[in-house]
């Protein structure tokens, strides 16, 4: 290199990168066009040394080993995250599919039980009712599951060699693996966000419906989830028909690299799931609130509508909470922070942002369990098969369905007891 002459030198590369420009797709490659211009500005600039030329090409987003190994410590802390993630994930969510499909199985032998054993539900009996009936909220949860498990045992692996590759530099081997894996995650977590939303919409619209106006029905709901991923396949498909994924160099892993279609992404297509999660929540409190004042107007002295009102929701309101938190900060930032924070702290705050992005997929099926009693009750009928010491008693009503009465004559006892009875089982049902 010392044999060259620097201003021949700094010609050839002023033309040279005038020419990439010229050719460039400025939209496609805008991860790589500021530097590259920066470049082609500092070239033409008499005082410029030949030092600082190569420290700018050394950013260059096709020099995947110089710019991924400044960051190896991100890189490896991300990747250690996401590895506990997968295991924590791809077993609970797998477990918990498990479970629902045990619940599903013990619905179908309730529903065809011989008449002989019609009205009895005990510990010893053969056939149980199950916990988790077969309706639409019951699919939409399995089908919840399914996106988590597949985010958790495929993405996320998948993430993990790509940030490998980058830091080896095998950029032949990123390019192969980059289109398809950036179009699974993208088409799997679009899923699983327009399925929060149709949980948050399917618990207010039927709260308010007798179980035979419903419209969330099971093959109704089938069909809502089919829907669901002809949708997130459908608008992956141009991004990927476009060239559109490949391997970025902002965050050393596979993406979206079109500036344009990313944008679409999580300004337009991410913000749906939002909203429609946050009017079925609104409306879901709305309802709630309505029944407890239609039991205030029965002068039923009860704490039941108080609880039903704590425990439908917090579900919900629990999932969506999860989802603002996971969802928009990494939206911002890929947004908004790389337009006006140096690289030094946008990468670092992108991989910090998507550590907290991949915990939603891991932690979802624990929401289950934590904030329903019939999730609990479930699990315990499932590992029963395995420790008979896990199975509970079979019948009667949970806390969450427990009042407490004061009647002052047998007629008001008994409209009373008829009126609990068609409620509760009502609101079970509607829950």
Known sequence: MNTIDNSEFLAYTRRSMEGILRLSNAVSV?????????????????????????????????????????YEDWIHATQYWAWTLTA????????????????????????????????????????EKPVLPFEGHTLLLLHLCFCDFLYSAVNLPLTIIAYGHALHGARD???????????????????????????????CVDLGRWRSARLFRPA??????????????????????????????????????????????????????????????????????????????MKMISNLPRKRLVKSSL???????????????????????????????????????????????????????????????AYRRFFSLFFPSCRSPVGGLSSIYSVTLSPHSDSQRKTQAVCIQRDSGSMSKRF
């Open 88 to 127: 924590v994930g791809g077993v609970g969510n797998l477990l918990t599919i498990l479970v629902i499909l045990h619940q599903l199985y013990i619905g179908c032998s309730w529903k065809h039980r011989p008449r002989s054993s019609l009205g009895r539900q005990d510990s010893n009996s053969r056939f």
């Open 220 to 297: 109704a709901t089938g069909f809502l989830i089919g829907g669901v991923w002809a949708v997130s396949v459908a608008l992956q498909v141009v991004p990927f028909a476009m060239g559109g994924y490949g391997y970025s160099c902002e965050n050393f892993k596979c993406d979206i690299t079109n500036g344009v279609l990313k944008t679409i992404f999580y300004a337009i297509q991410s913000p749906l799931p939002c909203v429609m999660m946050f009017t079925g929540s609104v409306g879901l409190l709305y309802q709630l609130w309505t029944y407890t004042k239609e039991m205030e107007n």
């Open 315 to 377: 579900l919900v309101l629990s999932l969506l909470l999860l989802f603002l938190v996971c969802v928009v900060p990494i939206c911002i930032h890929n947004l908004i922070l790389k337009d006006v924070v140096s690289p030094e702290v946008h990468i670092p705050a992108g991989l910090l942002l998507y550590k907290v992005y991949y915990l939603q997929y891991a932690i979802n099926f624990i929401l289950y369990n934590i904030m329903s009693a019939n999730f609990r009750r």
């Open 173 to 203: 081997k990123l390019d192969r693996l980059c289109p398809v894996a950036a179009f699974l995650r993208y088409t799997s977590a679009l899923a699983e966000w327009l399925t929060l939303g149709l949980l948050a919409l399917q618990r």
């Open 30 to 70: 805008s991860a790589c066009v500021s530097p590259l211009s920066e470049l082609v500005k500092q070239t033409g600039e008499e005082n410029n040394s030949f030092e600082r030329i190569v420290t700018i090409m050394s950013h260059d987003c096709n020099d995947s080993t110089g710019y991924a190994t400044q």
